[in-house]
């Protein structure tokens, strides 16, 4: 069991928690899972899935890409947690959902 395909995600930074959109390998194309799992369960996984390297651009360029000081998310690093974290928990893997 692995995950074929990561559809969406999204950080909620207000309540510290990525909210991912799957389909596993054993899934049809008509079947997607979801869930929202807790920044800290990343950390105690040893993963850092978080990217804050926005800080780059010029000071002036501020009020133009306020957006990009989101902090944003590593997708690779979240795939290989999200990989580990349903397989040492199964039970916490979401039920499937038609689209």
């Known amino acids: 069991m692995e995950i074929q395909e990561l559809i969406f995600f999204y950080l909620h930074e207000s309540i510290n928690t990525v909210e991912v959109h799957f389909r596993l390998n054993i899934d049809s194309e008509e079947e997607i899972r979801t869930d929202f799992i807790s920044l800290n369960e990343a950390s105690d996984f040893g993963y850092e899935i978080i990217m804050e390297d926005y800080n780059s651009q010029?000071?002036?360029?501020?009020?133009?890409?306020?957006?990009?000081?989101?902090?944003?998310?590593?997708?690779?690093?979240?795939?290989?947690?999200?990989?580990?974290?349903?397989?040492?928990?199964?039970?916490?893997?979401?039920?499937?959902?038609?689209?």
């Open 58 to 99: 010029d000071e002036d360029d501020e009020d133009e890409f306020y957006w990009l000081e989101s902090p944003s998310i590593d997708e690779d690093n979240l795939l290989i947690f999200l990989n580990e974290y349903y397989v040492i928990n199964t039970d916490k893997l979401p039920k499937l959902k038609f689209n």
